[in-house]
T-cell receptor
Framework: DTAVSQTPKYLVTQMGNDKSIKCEQN?????MYWYKQDSKKFLKIMFS???????INETVPNRFSPKSPDKAHLNLHINSLELGDSAVYFC???????????????FGEGSRLTVL | AQKITQTQPGMFVQEKEAVTLDCTYD???????LFWYKQPSSGEMIFLIY??????QNATEGRYSLNFQKARKSANLVISASQLGDSAMYFC????????????FGQGTRLTINP
């Protein structure tokens, strides 16, 4: 069983469309995240949820809206897609909400979004 | 604010040799954790090793060890006896121990192991 699974793995869409990426973890972790990896491989946090509560909300356009229906699921909805949104989006979870031991992130396989 | 710097964009190493991937960090907080991740060409991110700022000994996990030099603010990853399967991007990351987890990642180093 995949620990952190994301769907879809690939998304190709036109500018202006709305799309969603879904994420589920079966590790029993309380904390989940969305990270964005750009074309230069740079990884940056977007959002973090702890027990369904939004904890971290980086400077992200409000076209991006995360939703956590329960602590095992974290979805990402993107409105009015722009060319610059093309990237790989990683979902992750962690046992602890800190940089301490046990705080390592478990990542999904990533969702590659291409906006044409 | 935290900052992570990986100064080697690419490294080429012969199979079976040891390799050191550099990572320096900057923070004014005394309590933090350092992480290394591997990203093969297939794209997934794999956790390798962790070092806490108060840990007295350098972390080791199999062929991976972390050369932690606190005064120099460096946390280099050492891979012993490299294998072809070690070819990948490697990312150093840091997170503060107090407060919400926010891992800050370095730019990555692309490691290529030659047969």
């Amino acid at each position: 069983d995949t620990a952190v699974s994301q769907t879809p793995k690939y998304l190709v869409t036109q500018m202006g469309n709305d799309k969603s990426i879904k994420c589920e973890q079966n590790l029993g972790h309380d904390t989940m995240y969305w990270y964005k990896q750009d074309s230069k491989k740079f990884l940056k946090i977007m959002f973090s949820y702890n027990n369904k509560e939004l904890i971290i909300n980086e400077t992200v356009p409000n076209r991006f809206s995360p939703k956590s229906p329960d602590k095992a699921h974290l979805n990402l909805h993107i409105n009015s897609l722009e060319l610059g949104d093309s990237a790989v989006y990683f979902c992750a979870s962690s046992r602890r909400l800190s940089g301490g031991a046990g705080g390592e992130l478990f990542f999904g396989e990533g969702s590659r979004l291409t906006v044409l | 604010a935290q900052k992570i710097t990986q100064t080697q964009p690419g490294m080429f190493v012969q199979e079976k040799e040891a390799v050191t991937l550099d990572c320096t960090y900057d923070t004014s907080d005394p309590s933090y954790g350092l992480f290394w991740y591997k990203q093969p060409s297939s794209g997934e991110m794999i956790f390798l090793i962790y070092q806490g700022s108060y840990d007295q000994q350098n972390a080791t996990e199999g062929r991976y060890s972390l050369n932690f030099q606190k005064a120099r603010k460096s946390a280099n990853l050492v891979i012993s006896a490299s294998q072809l399967g070690d070819s990948a991007m490697y990312f150093c990351a840091m997170g503060l121990i107090q407060g919400a987890q926010k891992l800050v990642f370095g730019q990555g180093t692309r490691l290529t192991i030659n047969p």
